[in-house]
């Protein structure tokens, strides 16, 4: 079982900065990718931005520029520095990964953390 602790939500103002960690354990034999996605209620989960294992990132075109994602593998720990932050990229933000395990390759996600821009 794989297990993954987000922190770093909050209230913030437009235009402020605020920095998610994801930190992963359990049986991992190693980290394929990690990411964050964002959920608003009524919509559709949405991918926000991924890094794999060689360091190449991938990004929403709504967040390129103010977001940035990065991990350090040997803590096992994404981040997502948001800066520029706007009313409209309030949500809940999940962390997932995928890793390899015991058990083959595995899916995990994150309970969530939420992130709130007034204007």
């Known amino acids: 079982q794989v297990q993954l602790v987000e922190s770093g939500g909050g209230l913030v103002q437009a235009g402020e900065s605020l920095r998610l960690s994801c930190t992963a354990s359990?049986?991992?034999?190693?980290?394929?990718?990690m990411g964050w996605h964002r959920q608003v209620p009524g919509k559709q989960r949405e991918l926000v931005a991924t890094v794999n294992s060689g360091g190449s990132t991938n990004y929403a075109d709504s967040v390129k520029g103010r977001f940035t994602i990065s991990r350090d593998n040997v803590k096992k720990t994404v981040y997502l520095q948001m800066n520029s932050l706007k009313p409209e990229d309030t949500a809940v933000y999940y962390c997932?990964?995928?890793?390899?395990?015991?058990?083959?390759?595995?899916?995990?996600w994150g309970q969530g953390t939420q992130v709130t821009v007034s204007s």
């Open positions: 359990g049986r991992i034999f190693s980290i394929i990718a």
């Open positions: 997932n990964t995928r890793v390899s395990g015991p058990l083959g390759i595995g899916d995990y």
